[in-house]
T-cell receptor, first 116, second 111 residues
């Protein structure tokens, strides 16, 4: 089975712009989560989608949003970019169906976003 | 408030010996724990997990131990190999697909 794929792998933007990142989960996985990794804050949870619905959300401002399509592919969008948004953005998928439990998440390679 | 802590930023071990990576957590609600290995510019690779109803789980050279009363998790790698050199993250979750990660421990295996 192919793993989680993320596009693009690298992105350079300037302050004030917006960006859209894409994630394709492992075939058959319907849960997709997004994380931000920075040197100072480590890996932090952004949000999780299942069946096109956001089930969980982390403590990030409303500039960070996402969506999931009927084929389980997911996108995340960051509007009005700030310098502090420079990070590695990771997508993870899981075969978990039921809410209320935790299961193993498998990560993609990430998108490295640099904001100038 | 850091709910998952890895207090050792780095660890150096001789090839062939045992590597022990430690992780402490504060939230007693956590019921699922995982270890991931990460190389620079790559996503974390899943290694092994354990649910709170167990105290040990083995997979090849990797064993995870869970001490719920101490809120402590450890990963044992034996024997350690040069390819094990990477950053290791512990993660915990409960009731949702929302993992809380530690800050990571850089493991270096010396030949």
């Amino acid at each position: 089975k192919a793993g989680v794929t993320q596009t693009p792998r690298y992105l350079i933007k300037t302050r004030g712009q917006q960006v859209t990142l894409s994630c394709s989960p492992i075939s058959g996985h319907r849960s997709v989560s997004w994380y931000q990794q920075t040197p100072g804050q480590g890996l932090q949870f952004l949000f999780e989608y299942f069946s096109e619905t956001q089930r969980n959300k982390g403590n990030f401002p409303g500039r960070f949003s996402g969506r999931q399509f009927s084929n389980s592919r997911s996108e995340m969008n960051v509007s009005t970019l700030e310098l502090g948004d420079s990070a590695l953005y990771l997508c993870a998928s899981s075969s978990l169906v039921a809410g209320g439990t935790t299961d193993t998440q498998y990560f993609g390679p990430g998108t490295r976003l640099t904001v100038l | 408030d850091q709910q998952v802590k890895q207090n050792s930023p780095s660890l150096s071990v001789q090839e062939g010996r045992i590597s022990i990576l430690n992780c402490d957590y504060t939230n007693s609600m956590f019921d699922y724990f995982l270890w991931y290995k990460k190389y620079p510019a790559e996503g974390p690779t899943f290694l092994i997990s354990i649910s709170s109803i167990k105290d040990k789980n083995e997979d090849g050279r990797f064993t995870v131990f869970l001490n719920k009363s101490a809120k402590h998790l450890s990963l044992h790698i034996v024997p350690s190999q040069p390819g094990d050199s990477a950053v290791y993250f512990c993660a915990a979750g409960y009731g949702a697909q929302k993992l809380v990660f530690g800050q990571g421990t850089r493991l270096t295996i010396n030949p």
